[in-house]
């Protein structure tokens, strides 16, 4: 007895067995995998109404539900995307000699390729593969930071985090700007998430045949993967997952309650804004008295900030609400714009800060400090 | 260098030119075509043909209409574009070429026996 899905292909309704939709399903992952950009999304397509002859070929013959056989022969029909390697060849790289001359130099000025080792020379003529620092989500604790840099360093993900560790604990006094640094490098370094991505983590050519491998072998990237080495490696690994799970869960608490604060003073500082004409911080701490010489920079310094505070405030219950409710996070570049604008405040801050109280020690030392941590760090 | 690749490598060379040969003949969709392929006894993974027929179209020698089929969704007729044509004729000539040389190789040996 199998559990049956009906599926829509071109607009007819079949019903499939759920191994041969898992099936029918990767092989397509696989196929856009190898075919990428709008030409590929249409091969595709036209791959996809081909299954669907298919299949209603095999419905005309009086059968009712495609099962895991039929995905297979098809998929056989079709030729799996490693056997399709001349198009994919010659829609990443081109497949004839003279194309290949004109795209080496393009590829990173390499001659043209070297004859191919393994069996299969279509294949083999792709690119030059550079191992690229990716996020690594099947290793991952919080992020996939670490992981990631042990995958592109060759390194043991478990000794490097204890390492890591002990050299956190070891610095503790710049726990701050260790947060800060991993916050960063977590928003900044993208996730392998596509196969494509996968390989080029770990090194591997990018060529159809190791796309095709990575999907077959490994479960699709965005289904709910389980950690391969947590299972292998056992108690550091499950040590640093839980440790990481508890840390995630107090840096969350701690962020929400300052953000929540950040929120009632802005809000605060608004209202005093809009009722005073000019807010002054004086009013809320007042052994700042004294120390500006006019209220516009004092007002103008407490919103750099204010915001120096708030765009970190943000990102964090942003990100928080992504992991919360699954949703896809913020793009690569409101990330870059967001870092750029703290730094923009944090400038701004620590200018008019030292413009405000300079002949006068600021007495927010303890305040600064991090801030200034943070000041190295973008530096 | 192994026999299957040469083999596959030299069918390979050769798929686009037939594809436009079944082409040249009338228009047809992509499972028409291979159908028609079979018939002729070429023998590829239908897979291929689709990334092949979406090249050939984006480099214009290709172009393709909707058309309503008798059964099921509208289907892909794939015509030849003049740029096609003169492009297969292209082809044309240099299969001619690489025929005559390989016929030529091939029947040397026995011109120097007798």
């Given at each position: 007895?199998?559990?049956?899905?009906?599926?829509?292909?071109?607009?007819?309704?079949?019903?499939?067995?759920?191994?041969?939709?898992?099936?029918?399903?990767?092989?397509?992952?696989?196929?856009?995998?190898?075919?990428?950009?709008?030409?590929?999304?249409?091969?595709?397509?036209?791959?996809?109404?081909?299954?669907?002859?298919?299949?209603?070929?095999?419905?005309?013959?009086?059968?009712?539900?495609?099962?895991?056989?039929?995905?297979?022969?098809?998929?056989?029909?079709?030729?799996?995307?490693?056997?399709?390697?001349?198009?994919?060849?010659?829609?990443?790289?081109?497949?004839?000699?003279?194309?290949?001359?004109?795209?080496?130099?393009?590829?990173?000025?390499?001659?043209?390729?070297?004859?191919?080792?393994?069996?299969?020379?279509?294949?083999?003529?792709?690119?030059?593969?550079?191992?690229?620092?990716f996020r690594n989500m099947q290793n991952k604790v919080f992020g996939g930071v670490i992981g990631g840099l042990a995958t592109y360093?060759?390194?043991?993900?478990?000794?490097?985090?204890?390492?890591?560790?002990?050299?956190?604990?070891?610095?503790?006094?710049?726990?701050?700007?260790?947060?800060?640094?991993?916050?960063?490098?977590?928003?900044?370094?993208?996730?392998?998430?596509?196969?494509?991505?996968?390989?080029?983590?770990?090194?591997?050519?990018?060529?159809?045949?190791?796309?095709?491998?990575?999907?077959?072998?490994?479960?699709?990237?965005?289904?709910?993967?389980?950690?391969?080495?947590?299972?292998?490696?056992?108690?550091?690994?499950?040590?640093?997952?839980?440790?990481?799970?508890?840390?995630?869960?107090?840096?969350?608490?701690?962020?929400?309650?300052?953000?929540?604060?950040?929120?009632?003073?802005?809000?605060?500082?608004?209202?005093?804004?809009?009722?005073?004409?000019?807010?002054?911080?004086?009013?809320?701490?007042?052994?700042?008295?004294?120390?500006?010489?006019?209220?516009?920079?004092?007002?103008?310094?407490?919103?750099?900030?204010?915001?120096?505070?708030?765009?970190?405030?943000?990102?964090?219950?942003?990100?928080?609400?992504?992991?919360?409710?699954?949703?896809?996070?913020?793009?690569?570049?409101?990330?870059?714009?967001?870092?750029?604008?703290?730094?923009?405040?944090?400038?701004?801050?620590?200018?008019?800060?030292?413009?405000?109280?300079?002949?006068?020690?600021?007495?927010?030392?303890?305040?600064?400090?991090?801030?200034?941590?943070?000041?190295?760090?973008?530096? | 260098?192994?026999?299957?690749?040469?083999?596959?490598?030299?069918?390979?060379?050769?798929?686009?030119?037939?594809?436009?040969?079944?082409?040249?003949?009338?228009?047809?969709?992509?499972?028409?075509?291979?159908?028609?392929?079979?018939?002729?006894?070429?023998?590829?993974?239908?897979?291929?043909?689709?990334?092949?027929?979406?090249?050939?179209?984006?480099?214009?020698?290709?172009?393709?209409?909707?058309?309503?089929?008798?059964?099921?969704?509208?289907?892909?007729?794939?015509?030849?574009?003049?740029?096609?044509?003169?492009?297969?004729?292209?082809?044309?000539?240099?299969?001619?070429?690489?025929?005559?040389?390989?016929?030529?190789?091939?029947?040397?040996?026995?011109?120097?026996?007798?």
């Open positions: 007895m199998k559990k049956t899905f009906p599926i829509n292909i071109n607009g007819q309704i079949f019903y499939i067995d759920e191994d041969a939709y898992t099936l029918l399903q990767n092989y397509l992952k696989q196929l856009r995998a190898t075919f990428t950009g709008d030409e590929g999304a249409e091969i595709v397509d036209d791959i996809e109404s081909r299954i669907h002859e298919h299949f209603s070929e095999k419905l005309s013959r009086g059968v009712n539900v495609i099962t895991l056989s039929d995905v297979n022969s098809v998929i056989e029909t079709m030729g799996r995307p490693e056997e399709l390697d001349e198009n994919s060849v010659d829609e990443n790289h081109s497949s004839d000699g003279a194309d290949t001359e004109e795209n080496a130099p393009r590829e990173g000025s390499m001659p043209p390729p070297p004859p191919p080792a393994d069996d299969k020379p279509f294949i083999s003529i792709n690119l030059p593969s550079r191992k690229r620092l360093l060759g390194w043991n993900a478990i000794v490097m985090r204890l390492l890591l560790f002990l050299c956190v604990i070891f610095t503790s006094d710049y726990l701050l700007l260790w947060v800060v640094i991993y916050l960063i490098a977590w928003m900044t370094i993208p996730a392998a998430v596509s196969p494509r991505q996968i390989l080029e983590m770990r090194g591997q050519p990018v060529n159809v045949d190791t796309v095709g491998r990575t999907v077959l072998q490994t479960p699709p990237p965005y289904d709910g993967h389980v950690p391969v080495e947590y299972e292998r490696e056992g108690f550091f690994s499950t040590f640093f997952s839980i440790l990481g799970k508890c840390l995630m869960a107090f840096v969350g608490l701690v962020s929400s309650v300052i953000s929540v604060g950040i929120v009632v003073l802005i809000i605060s500082m608004l209202v005093l804004l809009t009722t005073h004409g000019v807010f002054d911080m004086t009013a809320v701490i007042p052994e700042t008295a004294g120390l500006f010489r006019t209220s516009q920079m004092v007002s103008a310094m407490t919103i750099a900030w204010s915001m120096v505070f708030l765009i970190p405030a943000i990102a964090l219950v942003w990100t928080s609400c992504c992991v919360v409710f699954n949703a896809p996070s913020a793009s690569r570049s409101t990330k870059v714009t967001a870092i750029v604008l703290e730094v923009l405040f944090i400038i701004a801050a620590v200018v008019l800060t030292l413009i405000g109280s300079a002949s006068v020690e600021f007495p927010f030392r303890a305040v600064t400090m991090p801030m200034a941590a943070g000041m190295v760090l973008y530096n | 260098m192994n026999i299957e690749n040469l083999k596959s490598q030299m069918r390979k060379g050769m798929l686009e030119f037939c594809v436009l040969l079944l082409l040249e003949r009338g228009d047809a969709y992509a499972s028409e075509i291979i159908a028609r392929m079979k018939d002729a006894h070429l023998i590829v993974m239908e897979g291929t043909l689709y990334p092949l027929l979406t090249r050939l179209k984006n480099d214009g020698i290709l172009t393709y209409r909707w058309e309503e089929s008798p059964s099921g969704p509208p289907r892909k007729y794939y015509s030849l574009t003049p740029y096609g044509l003169t492009f297969l004729l292209q082809l044309n000539d240099a299969w001619n070429e690489i025929s005559h040389t390989v016929n030529h190789l091939l029947n040397k040996p026995t011109e120097n026996e007798q």
